[in-house]
């Protein structure tokens, strides 16, 4: 038969696992948004730190531009 949504959570269930990636995705995206403001503030051009993070520079300063 069906399989409810509690079936399918144990601890290393599809829902668990993708709430986990979830908050994982959202701690990088602050931790991105950390580093760049600082590669900003060290000096570095939207350029290098799109090479660094593997996005072109229009990427990542039409994601960040109100970084500074």
């Known amino acids: 038969?069906?399989?409810?949504?509690?079936?399918?959570?144990?601890?290393?269930?599809?829902?668990?696992?993708?709430?986990?990636?979830?908050?994982?995705?959202?701690?990088l995206s602050r931790r991105e948004e950390v580093a760049v403001r600082r590669a900003r503030h060290a000096g570095l051009s939207w350029a290098e730190i799109g090479t660094l993070l593997g996005v072109t520079r229009q990427t990542i300063h039409r994601k960040y531009r109100k970084v500074g």
């Open 1 to 27: 038969g069906m399989r409810t949504s509690v079936d399918a959570d144990g601890a290393g269930g599809p829902i668990h696992e993708l709430a986990s990636v979830r908050e994982a995705k959202r701690e």
